[in-house]
């Protein structure tokens, strides 16, 4: 059972655009949405997470809205860079770092 | 020191070989993690140690996958009787502890190919 969905699986954004990826729960029991950034052949990388007693995270050019009511959390890079261009997880979890389950991944691709 | 290391970092092997993936978490983090990450999807949750116990095992697909993490440090993930569909990136994550707050490192991942 998929329990993070994620989407678009990929996306092509102007530099100097704004990237939106979203992300919808099934399990209410999370209580920790993390964003992680991945470069071909490297690890994943903590972006930005946020709890769900908040509706709005913002980190530099990151930005996460989360809405508790409809299950679902976003991730907006504003201002998008050619170095942004990677692949993209969403991913929840009820304890913390234990378990984390992970959307499928969007790549996104940022063009001049 | 550096970061979570993970060795090999390709291997290739022969269907009903048997395999083992190294890897040696930043020190003094004591929480390990190992996820599975197949082509074109999200890692996937495998096993996590909290010191040398396993806290939770209920990612491993069957009883042909092991781990181990004897002296709370370096963890082996073990896989017997290697199938094709064994075949994908093995990630190894650690932090400093659980819970929230506590940021878990990857590792670059060892790519087993299974022929």
Redesign the interface.
Known sequence: QQQVKQSPQSLIVQKGGISIINCAYENTAFDYFPWYQQFPGKGPALLIAIRPDVSEKKEGRFTISFNKSAKQFSLHIMDSQPGDSATYFCAASIFGNEKLTFGTGTRLTIIP | GAG?SQTPSNKVTEKGKYVELRCDPISGHT?L?W?RQSL??????LI?FQGTGA??D??LPNDRFFAVRPEGSVSTLKIQRTERGDSAVY?C?S?LT????????????TRLTVV
Request: negative net charge; without cysteine; aromatic residues 20%.
């Open positions: 979570v929480a993690y996820y074109g999807q999200g890692p996937e949750f996590y806290a939770d209920s990612g990630l994550a932090s659980t819970g929230r707050g506590s940021e878990a490192f990857f590792g670059q991942g």
